[in-house]
């Protein structure tokens, strides 16, 4: 039972691997995206609830996390590229602002950082609604408010690496322990 919120992360990384292949089925996309993000609540929930968190469980969360973004970004390329060049800098600004982030971080502490801070969990929900939303809504002007949110969460995550001493995963937020 202990490894059950493991074994959920890593089902959700292979769960991705079939988003591309749904990504012309607007409601099979979208419930493996549902699924998938209930996966991401669920698999953190049960290790907090059983006590049973660990640095191996926080880096497969984050590798998940991960996965499920760059083969997202591939969807969206494929299938959504005027979305995709609508908002290009955008996204370029926030993954440049991740890239600094996780540099910074193996330098000062050895380790490339993913926080889970409450900006980055609003962020993530933000963007796992506008991904399921996508097929029925895939109007331009809502990303913007999308973007905008990963923007303030990656800028956050970026001065927490910057300012803090010690870190580590869990930190809330930037004025939070």
């Known amino acids: 039972m202990k490894n059950l919120p493991n ?5 959700r990384i292979f769960l991705c691997s079939f988003l591309p292949l749904l990504a012309n089925r607007a409601w099979m996309f ?8 209930l996966s991401d609540v669920l698999d953190g929930f049960l ?10 469980g926080a ?19 494929v299938f959504y590229h005027p979305l995709i060049l ?7 600004i926030v993954a440049f602002i ?18 889970h801070t409450y900006a980055n969990k609003f962020a993530g929900f933000v963007i796992y609604l506008a991904i399921l939303s996508l097929p029925f809504y895939p109007q331009i002007n809502f990303y913007g408010f999308v973007l905008g949110t990963a923007l303030i969460a990656a800028v956050e995550e970026l001065l927490i690496i910057i300012i803090r001493r010690d870190i580590n995963e869990n930190t809330r937020g930037i004025f939070l322990k």
């Open 86 to 92: 609508s908002w290009w800098i955008f996204l370029l």
């Open 98 to 115: 991740r890239s600094v982030s996780a540099i910074v971080a193996k330098i000062r502490f050895r380790k490339v950082l993913f926080i």
């Open 7 to 11: 074994i959920i992360s890593v089902l």
């Open 59 to 77: 880096v497969l969360d984050s590798v998940a996390d991960l996965v499920f973004f760059l083969v997202i970004l591939i969807v969206l390329w």
């Open 30 to 37: 979208s419930l493996l995206v549902a699924i998938i993000g």
């Open 47 to 56: 290790a907090r609830k059983w006590n049973c968190t660990t640095q191996v």
